[in-house]
Structures are given as structure tokens and as C-alpha cells.
């Protein structure tokens, strides 16, 4: 029989040296992944701190992410750089 695993999600920004919002999962207060919207380069990626991943806790995560973060880059009047 598996452990039961206990995940937590944590939001949270982040300006320097990036720029955007990201989602983070903890499993037993280890972290183990993050989805990160980076606003500067205008892409979504999803970086792994943990060698193995159940493959629901990557599916829960990309749901909670589209759940609870604006999928939309933030506009910068004067281009990305500015941020």
C-alpha cells in the first residue's frame, strides 16, 4: 500500500530576475514541480525539482494552474523589456 500523499499549490509571483506568476506543488511539503508564466518571454513552462512524478500529479497541477492563474501575459505599453 502507497503512503497517502498530501499535495498543497502555492501561488506565487515573481519579478527578478523573471517576470509573472507561477503555481507550485508540494507533496508532503517537499517541492516537486513548478508552472511558471514568465510575462518578460511570453511563454508558460513547467520545471520539475523531483526525478519522478505521478503522472495525476502533473494533470492536477496543469488544472489548478488554468484554474487559478490568468493564462494572459500581462501588455507592457513600452514592449517586455520595461518590466
Same mark, same amino acid.
Given at each position: 500500500?502507497? /503512503?497517502?500523499k +498530501?499535495?498543497?499549490?502555492? $501561488?506565487?509571483?515573481? $519579478?527578478? /530576475?523573471?517576470? =509573472?506568476? =507561477?503555481?507550485?506543488?508540494?507533496?508532503? =511539503?517537499?517541492? $516537486?514541480? +513548478?508552472?511558471?508564466? #514568465?510575462?518578460?518571454e511570453?511563454?508558460?513552462?513547467?520545471?520539475?525539482?523531483s526525478?519522478?512524478? #505521478?503522472f495525476?500529479?502533473? +494533470?492536477?497541477?496543469?488544472?489548478q494552474?488554468?484554474d487559478?492563474?490568468?493564462?494572459?501575459?500581462? +501588455?507592457?505599453p513600452?514592449g517586455?523589456?520595461?518590466?
Open positions: 500500500m502507497h /503512503p497517502k +498530501e499535495i498543497q499549490y502555492v $501561488v506565487a509571483s515573481d $519579478v527578478n /530576475p523573471r517576470d =509573472g506568476i =507561477g503555481l507550485e506543488t508540494y507533496i508532503n =511539503g517537499d517541492l $516537486v514541480m +513548478e508552472i511558471f508564466r #514568465d510575462d518578460t511570453r511563454r508558460t513552462y513547467m520545471t520539475l525539482f526525478r519522478q512524478l #505521478d495525476d500529479v502533473l +494533470e492536477s497541477s496543469i488544472a494552474f488554468k487559478r492563474i490568468d493564462l494572459n501575459y500581462i +501588455e507592457y513600452d517586455p523589456e520595461q518590466a
